[in-house]
């Protein structure tokens, strides 16, 4: 039955080609962007390594560099103590700041092994007020201001790809980013969204001296504050009119990091939304295009379905015979375009989707091809049935 039904698609070769074609596009189309909606909820549901509940983030910049700017972010600090309101605070450079879209990235070598690392700064108590998660190792503290190296912190990701089964404890990666101490769980900066990346924290001390000679090289820029749960956005206020007080001439900028993650998402998510949209037109357009592509066809096969019905074929055989031939036809552009998919994987494209996704994308693209040729042949088929055996001899 099978065979016959390809033997039918290819004595109608030009005609079915042009819907093999359709459908062939339509399937690439349509695991493009099952594949990203998949790619978006596999990484959503996963851990992103800090938590943003209850965790404000203040910027401030100051208009000059003097060797008092250290001082006076030091004094800062020290005044977040005298608020009820705060539980923990710490320091951080923009690029370690969740939701934020700076990024500082290099490769990290180590034994001739090199892996594209996101790089920050940040002060002792960082792992508090995010609530980052120690895998191995050590957090950075006060005693770390006597040593005569700087201590670092690298996520999992990393310590698999520099060091593979290996001890990272102790080992130096570079002479900018110290000696690692400890390992953090996959912090993925960007959020929910964002895929998972390496990620490499070097200690920053407010009473390091290098801070003054640098002129500020390494100075966090941003201030992560971890308020009790409760605490009412009046508390903004009060806390700005603190640090204009301490720091004066210097800007600041105070955001929740809900906000900012709110705002994130959207960002990340207004594209899938509109890209969606557009697949979705094109997905209506190409079924309704099937459809009346379908319907020329069984109205030029007129004669053709008439002679079968007239030698005993019921309505119910011509019904399966077009839709037989319509899933054969589909077989051929879906088994086309999977061809097409499998070497994106030796072309390197859309390497960043793990096997995972890129299978379950493929199998309900698959399941969503032969459903929509199906639905968009049912009328059609219907038409088919109609035709009587007398009509075959009225056909010119």
Request: glycine share 14%; with cysteine.
């Given at each position: 039955m099978i065979q016959h039904l390809f033997k039918l698609v290819w004595n109608r070769k030009r005609t079915n080609a042009l819907i093999?074609?359709?459908i062939f596009f339509s399937f690439l189309i349509l695991f493009a962007i099952t594949a990203f909606g998949f790619y978006y909820a596999d990484n959503y549901r996963r851990p992103p390594g800090f938590s943003s509940e209850n965790v404000w983030v203040i910027e401030f910049n100051y208009p000059n560099w003097s060797q008092e700017v250290p001082a006076t972010v030091r004094r800062l600090f020290l005044s977040l103590k005298d608020f009820e309101e705060v539980e923990s605070c710490a320091g951080a450079s923009v690029t370690l700041v969740p939701y934020s879209n700076s990024r500082a990235a290099y490769d990290i070598?180590?034994?001739?092994?090199?892996?594209?690392?996101?790089?920050?700064?940040?002060t002792d108590g960082l792992e508090k007020v995010l609530d980052m998660e120690l895998i191995q190792g050590r957090w950075f503290e006060k005693g770390d201001d006597a040593l005569k190296w700087k201590p670092a912190i690298i996520n999992q990701r990393?310590?698999?790809e520099l060091f593979g089964s290996e001890?990272?404890?102790?080992?130096?990666?570079?002479?900018y980013t110290g000696r690692v101490v400890g390992v953090i769980s996959d912090f993925r900066r960007n959020g929910e969204f964002s895929e998972p990346g390496n990620l490499a924290i070097r200690r920053v001390s407010l009473n390091d001296s290098a801070l003054v000679s640098s002129k500020g090289f390494g100075l966090p820029s941003n201030i992560l504050i971890k308020v009790r749960p409760g605490t009412r956005a009046a508390f903004e206020e009060k806390l700005m009119a603190k640090l204009q007080a301490i720091a004066q001439g210097w800007t600041f900028h105070i955001r929740?990091?809900?906000?900012?993650?709110?705002?994130?998402?959207k960002l990340r998510l207004a594209p899938l939304?509109?890209?969606?949209l557009v697949a979705a037109f094109l997905i209506l357009m190409v079924g309704l295009g099937l459809m009346g592509v379908l319907w020329q066809n069984v109205t030029q096969r007129t004669k053709e379905i008439g002679l079968r019905r007239s030698s005993g074929a019921t309505a119910q055989d011509i019904y399966r015979q077009i839709i037989g031939e319509l899933l054969a036809i589909t077989t051929l552009?879906?088994?086309?375009?999977?061809?097409?998919?499998?070497?994106?994987?030796?072309?390197?494209?859309?390497?960043?989707?793990?096997a995972q996704v890129t299978i379950i994308s493929l199998a309900i693209s698959i399941g969503f091809m032969y459903l929509l040729t199906v639905l968009?042949?049912?009328y059609p088929a219907r038409l088919a049935t109609r035709i009587q055996p007398a009509e075959a001899l009225h056909y010119e």
């Open positions: 093999a074609v359709e070598e180590y034994k001739g092994r090199k892996a594209d690392t996101q790089t920050g700064e940040g990393l310590s698999r001890d990272p404890l102790g080992k130096t990666i570079g002479d929740p990091m809900s906000q900012m993650r709110a705002s994130y998402l939304i509109g890209v969606g552009g879906i088994l086309a375009g999977t061809l097409v998919i499998v070497q994106f994987p030796l072309l390197k494209l859309f390497s960043f989707l793990s968009c042949g049912l």
